[in-house]
């Protein structure tokens, strides 16, 4: 019983490591239009809801979110900053097809981008031998910049819907959801760390990823990146020398 859980799992990619008091509330303008039936259905029968916040990134809100509205270019990174392979294609606008050679794939879709706030839909399926679980997953995630020392961070919360289109799995997962909350915490903590490691090699030695790209690639996405990386490191270090100046003027 408890493999069968896990496998339904594999499904959601989201979580964190504290549970939030007030829940986000999903957007009610995604919901209205007929075309989006499936993400409704998702958010008003889902199978597991989770929100959870504590989830911090190292590096710049403007770094973060060149690399979510770039997603391939992120996928490339990833890969050769030896954090994590897996594969993203462009289907539409805002629409991407995702493996992570691991079993779990699927279309994913951003519905809105706005100040502080993604929203995104995704429908895939698990494979594991003669196993198959179709699933989707409505995730509103909510982000504020911060400043600790020397360095910037990125704090998330994230409300995510997960229902399983398998009748047979469903009932379980939602009888077993006290098992199925907690191995979704384990998957985020696998997520999120990936997520900071690369956000943090960036931060810290950021050509040392860029130079292992593949020559003559992404060369509009990188010279963005340098530019926001850059710009950070340039507060920074205005903010330390204004510290001095306030320390030094105090004595």
């Given amino acids: 019983m408890r493999a069968t859980v896990t496998l339904v799992l594999a499904l959601v990619s989201f979580a964190a490591a504290t549970p939030q008091a007030t829940r986000i509330p999903f957007p009610e303008d995604l919901l209205k239009d007929g075309q989006r039936r499936p993400v409704?259905?998702?958010?008003?029968?889902?199978?597991?809801?989770?929100?959870?916040?504590?989830l911090r990134l190292l590096g710049s809100e403007a770094v973060l979110g060149h690399l979510v509205m770039h997603p391939e270019f992120t996928a490339s990174l990833a890969q050769a900053a030896g954090v994590l392979k897996y594969t993203v294609r462009r289907q539409g606008p805002a629409e991407y097809w995702a493996d992570d050679h691991k079993g779990l794939a699927g279309r994913i879709e951003l519905l809105q981008a706005t100040q502080g706030q993604l929203v995104y839909y995704a429908q895939g399926t698990y494979k594991n031998g003669f196993i198959r679980i179709p699933g989707r997953l409505a995730v509103v995630a909510r982000y504020a910049e911060g400043r600790e020392g020397d360095a910037f961070y990125v704090e998330n919360t994230v409300s995510a819907y997960v229902r399983v289109d398998a009748p047979l799995l469903d009932p379980l997962a939602r009888l077993f959801r006290p098992i199925v909350e907690r191995i979704m915490n384990k998957r985020v903590v696998w997520f999120f760390g990936k997520a900071?490691?690369?956000?943090?090699?960036?931060?810290?030695?950021?050509?040392?990823v860029l130079q292992k790209l593949p020559p003559d690639t992404w060369q509009k996405e990188v010279a963005e990146l340098r530019m926001l990386l850059k710009a950070a490191q340039t507060d920074i270090g205005r903010r330390r020398q204004e510290r001095t100046r306030l320390s030094q003027s105090s004595l």
């Fill in 40 to 54: 409704k259905e998702v958010v008003e029968d889902f199978t597991v809801h989770r929100q959870m916040g504590g």
């Fill in 196 to 208: 900071n490691e690369l956000m943090t090699k960036l931060t810290q030695d950021p050509e040392a």
